[in-house]
């Protein structure tokens, strides 16, 4: 059962343009959404958040938004660089309380590749 | 140390072999997270440390599989009688264990790679 999904395995923009990745969830529970960038042999690296009583959270180039009713959030890249390049993956968090408190859920992952 | 240490980053095991794997986080950091990440896949629970205390071990996939952290702060991840299908990349975060959602973030180390032939 996956409740955070990333339906794109790859995506490939031009260097200067936006990149969008996608990101689907199905449990109503969770109410705190990631983004971490992994790069090869490295672990994931956070990158932004953003709580489900906010719709857009945005840092520098970086902009997360989030449809609550469609269970589905964005992340925005603008401009894109080759830097940029890397896997991303989508987290979720529920505020069980307790023992759950923190236990992140990833969707799959979308593989950036950013072009010069 | 600056950030959250694992070791071995690569082990290689025959099938039957135990093996551990050390996880070092983020000085201060009251969390501790281990993922399993199949190759292709998003990292995916296996258990978390509030302390020494293991508060959620929901995620281990069999009684093979072990954690244990015990003064609060190395941790280790035992797999017994190793099978192929429990080669994967083994990621362990840590985070401060704040409430504040923002100052939670947890942080990864760079994973121990296990094969198991």
């Known amino acids: 059962d996956q409740q955070v999904k990333q339906n794109s395995p790859s995506l490939s923009v031009q260097e200067g343009r936006i990149s969008i990745l996608n990101c689907d969830y199905t449990n109503s529970m969770f109410d705190y959404f990631l983004w971490y960038k992994k790069y090869p042999a490295e672990g994931p690296t956070f990158l932004i958040s953003i709580s489900s009583i906010k719709d857009k959270n945005e840092d520098g180039r970086f902009t997360v938004f989030l449809n609550k009713s469609a269970k589905h959030l964005s992340l925005h890249i603008v401009p894109s660089q080759p830097g940029d390049s890397a896997v991303y993956f989508c987290?979720?968090?529920?505020?069980?309380?307790?023992?759950?408190?923190?236990?992140?859920?990833f969707g799959q992952g979308t593989i950036l590749t950013v072009h010069p | 140390g600056a950030g959250v240490s694992q070791s071995p980053r690569y082990k290689v095991a025959k099938r039957g072999q135990d093996v551990a794997l050390r996880c070092d986080p983020i000085s201060g950091h009251v969390s501790l997270f281990w993922y399993q990440q199949a190759l292709g896949q998003g990292p995916e629970f296996l258990t978390y440390?509030?302390?020494?205390?293991?508060?959620?071990k929901s995620g281990l996939p069999s009684d093979r599989f072990f954690a244990e952290r015990p003064e609060g702060s190395v941790s280790t991840l035992k797999i017994q009688r190793t099978q192929q299908e429990d080669s994967a990349v083994y990621l362990c975060?840590?985070?401060?264990?704040?409430?504040?959602?923002?100052?939670?973030?947890?942080?990864f180390g760079a994973g121990t790679r296990l094969s198991v032939l």
């Open positions: 987290a979720a968090q529920h505020n069980a309380g307790g023992t759950s408190y923190g236990k992140l859920t």
């Open positions: 440390f509030q302390n020494e205390a293991q508060l959620d």
């Open positions: 975060a840590s985070s401060l264990g704040a409430i504040i959602r923002s100052k939670n973030i947890q942080y």
